[in-house]
T-cell receptor
């Protein structure tokens, strides 16, 4: 079945460090890919998305490129801030089969001042 | 402002009791979803509905029930048959025709068995 695999956390960085959170997927078709962010005690917010191969999604300094050849959608940010501390979820959707998003297990990011 | 409202934010259930979690949206979205989140884990799909008066089981539907009598509302009942209901419950909605836009999420309900 379709699945999303994320790197395990927590990821602990100092402020202004470079961030990469790895995400790979398995899907029977051509999915749309998403990154969501969850702050403590809250729901998930859409951070960025990409709907086809080689698309780059970007928002708030975060970016991710849809790599069909490596089935990956890694999240990156050049300089993290303490306020970026949260849990990040990678997800996919397909136009066929079950019409619901499939989520990875989430990666907790802790940014220290 | 359009959005999804989940209530209550915190809910306590006694053993053997049914409880209902509310989810209301004013986004005019066709599809609505319920997910369960356990500490340190991802989101697992409980039920989803693509249209009024129709819904499908997700991966962990046992011990839960839903209804979709109105487009705006998708309540989730956690029944006494759910043996481990303590979790964070998230409701979401989307336009059904195209999931490439992703979901809009509510702020969640934290359910605790006492």
């Amino acid at each position: 079945g379709d699945s999303v695999t994320q790197m395990e956390g927590p990821v602990t960085l100092s402020e202004e460090a470079f961030l990469t959170i790895n995400c790979t997927y398995t899907a029977t078709g051509y999915p749309s890919l998403f990154w969501y962010v969850q702050y403590p005690g809250e729901g998930l917010q859409l951070l960025l998305k990409a709907t086809k191969a080689d698309d780059k999604g970007s928002n708030k300094g975060f970016e991710a490129t849809y790599r069909k050849e490596t089935t990956s959608f890694h999240l990156e940010k050049g300089s993290v801030q303490v306020s970026d501390s949260a849990v990040y979820f990678c997800a996919l959707s397909l136009d066929t089969g079950r019409r619901a998003l499939t989520f990875g297990s989430g990666t907790r990011l802790q940014v220290q001042p | 402002d359009g959005g999804i409202t989940q209530s209550p934010k915190y809910l306590f259930r006694k053993e053997g009791q049914n409880v209902t979690l509310s989810c209301e949206q004013n986004l005019n979205h066709d599809a609505m979803y319920w997910y369960r989140q356990d500490p340190g884990q991802g989101l697992r799909l409980i039920y989803y509905s693509q249209i009024v008066n129709d819904f499908q089981k997700g991966d962990i539907a046992e011990g839960y029930s839903v209804s979709r009598e109105k487009k705006e509302s998708f309540p989730l009942t956690v029944t006494s048959a759910q043996k481990n209901p303590t979790a964070f419950y998230l409701c979401a909605s989307s336009t059904d025709r195209d999931l490439s836009g992703g979901y809009t999420f509510g702020s969640g309900t934290r359910l605790t068995v006492v």
